[in-house]
T-cell receptor, first 113, second 115 residues
């Protein structure tokens, strides 16, 4: 069964427009949620994470995500995107009792000038 | 600077040859992981190791082997038994301390092309 679903494989958006990248997960146990960003031919960099506490988490470059337990979602948002945000974004879930992260299939964000 | 190094960045091999990908970390992390990335499929776990001299198969271990003789090193061998070895390979590590063990740090990756 799919643990993490990223509904959009590609999201084109104009520069300075808002964007939302969707992530839903399936789990019956406590989860820990992550968004990673990958630039071409590079490894993954942690963008933001939810481990506990406030359900709204923010990154240093203007992205935010909100853990919604009832919707089992952790959507990533940014109010105004830049050209430099063009990259692939991966949602990942850690589950209590599991030894590894479960990754979504990724969303390629393309910012159009 | 602390981090994870993978070498080489690009690797080319002939079909039928075994090849070993290097992964080294100086973060003092106990756990290390190998993922394979193919277009449109996200990351798939090959092997992981929670501690030295111990490792576990992930979702797609067939055709791969690993060793964990040192805490800092987790090399991956792609054997000739792996039917489709051409891919981007990512190594990661995490600490073993409670919640923080879920946060993984990634290396820059090795792109393997087998012809």
């Amino acid at each position: 069964a799919q643990s993490v679903t990223q509904l959009d494989s590609q999201v084109p958006v104009f520069e300075e427009a808002p964007v939302e990248l969707r992530c839903n997960y399936s789990s019956s146990v406590s989860v820990y949620l992550f968004w990673y960003v990958q630039y071409p031919n590079q490894g993954l960099q942690l963008l933001l994470k939810y481990l506990s506490g406030s359900t709204l988490v923010e990154s240093i470059n203007g992205f935010e995500a909100e853990f919604n337990k009832s919707q089992t979602s952790f959507h990533l948002r940014k109010p105004s995107v830049h050209i430099s945000d063009t990259a692939e974004y991966f949602c990942a879930v850690g589950k209590t009792g599991a030894n590894n992260l479960f990754f979504g299939t990724g969303t390629r964000l393309t910012v159009i000038p | 600077d602390g981090g994870i190094t993978q070498s080489p960045k690009y690797l080319f091999r002939k079909e039928g040859q075994n090849v070993t990908l290097s992964c080294e970390q100086n973060l003092n992390h106990d756990a290390m992981y190998w993922y394979r990335q193919d277009p449109g499929q996200g990351l798939r776990l090959i092997y992981y190791s929670q501690i030295v001299n111990d490792f576990q198969k992930g979702d797609i271990a067939e055709g791969y082997s690993v060793s964990r003789e040192k805490k800092e090193s987790f090399p991956l061998t792609v054997t000739s038994a792996q039917k489709n070895p051409t891919a981007f390979y990512l190594c990661a590590s995490s600490s073993s301390t409670s919640l923080w063990s879920y946060e993984q740090y990634f290396g820059p990756g090795t792109r393997l092309t087998v012809t």
